[in-house]
């Protein structure tokens, strides 16, 4: 009799833990990106928001004053675009603070903004050494001057910077690439801080996730709005960087690459390295090569299984 008792309640319990323990198996995760400066942020922040491997706390705004495009409110732009991705992925649940308009002038004085606010309140919210994985798709201004800001954060987050070309074999680190230009004293900021778990996905190796339009159009068009949204960037964003494949036949999704290797770690091959001479010599991580194909596979998967398709 008392048995008979006990089991519901062990079932309820059981069920309450395996819950509980999928939801702890997540990734806690902010991500910083420029979005408006590219069209691949788009991709990459599509492809997070429909993960269910990943806890994102909050997308904040960045800026990317050096773009010949960008206006001089250039944070605003990508803020505008990421309040428009969140309504069409159905993700308005997520916190979406601004972050700062204009780069650091030093490393001591941070540019403070409601994202390194935001950033920092998260981050003491680790608990059993847990750690908040921050991700930074444009210039780091955010991330850095939270550090900055509140340096008692470091050991409760663990950051992944999307920039810098990385030459694994001289193990050179070549600076002068777009995000990094956007904020060379932020980037310093994240090689000099002791301590800062830092792991970098490089322009070498994120440049080979390539998407082609025809096959874009194939997935995304007149499938939902948020696809005909996606599909109207790489229509109608200029693409200024370069002369090459003037008809945008392909893109670079630099960003969707580290999105991806976060969710699916097994589709990146990550090392050490020792950082450059003129930075705090001190060990980093950096994404060496990733399974470009797995990655672009994965990403129409989820387009086409997670979001909702237009009514007849």
Not at 1 to 28: E, N, W
Not at 174 to 190: C, G, I
Not at 199 to 228: C, F, P, R, V
């Amino acid at each position: 009799m008392i048995l008979q008792f006990l089991i519901p309640f062990f079932l309820l319990f059981q069920g309450f833990y395996s819950t509980t323990s999928q939801a702890d198996k997540k990734v806690a995760v902010i991500i910083d990106a420029d979005t408006a400066n590219e069209i691949d942020d788009l991709y990459a922040l599509v492809q997070a928001m429909a993960s269910d491997k990943l806890d994102i706390r909050a997308i904040t705004s960045a800026q990317f004053h050096t773009s010949p495009i960008a206006t001089d409110t250039s944070v605003m732009e990508s803020q505008i675009i990421n309040e428009r991705l969140a309504q069409l992925s159905n993700r308005t649940d997520i916190p979406l603070p601004v972050g700062a308009n204009f780069p650091m002038t030093s490393p001591t004085e941070p540019q403070v903004s409601p994202a390194s606010n935001f950033i920092i309140q998260e981050a003491k919210k680790m608990k059993n050494g847990q750690k908040l994985d921050l991700v930074i798709l444009g210039p780091c201004t955010n991330v850095a001057s939270a550090i900055v800001q509140d340096p008692s954060i470091i050991p409760l987050i663990r950051v992944h910077y999307l920039g810098i070309w990385h030459d694994p074999v001289a193990n050179t680190f070549d600076k002068n690439e777009f995000n990094s230009r956007n904020d060379k004293v932020a980037v310093d900021v994240l090689f000099d801080t002791p301590n800062l778990d830092l792991t970098i996905m490089s322009a070498t190796s994120s440049q080979h996730l390539k998407l082609a339009k025809t096959k874009a159009d194939e997935e995304l068009k007149g499938k939902s709005e948020l696809g005909d949204y996606l599909i109207a960037r790489w229509d109608n964003h200029k693409r200024w960087w370069t002369r090459n494949d003037p008809e945008k036949k392909t893109w670079i999704m630099w960003d969707l690459a580290i999105i991806q290797a976060l969710i699916n770690p097994e589709w990146s091959k990550v090392e050490e390295f020792t950082t450059p001479p003129e930075n705090t010599q001190r060990i980093v991580k950096v994404h060496t090569s990733i399974d470009a194909q797995a990655m672009e596979d994965d990403f129409w998967k989820t387009m086409k299984t997670t979001f909702h398709q237009k009514s007849e």
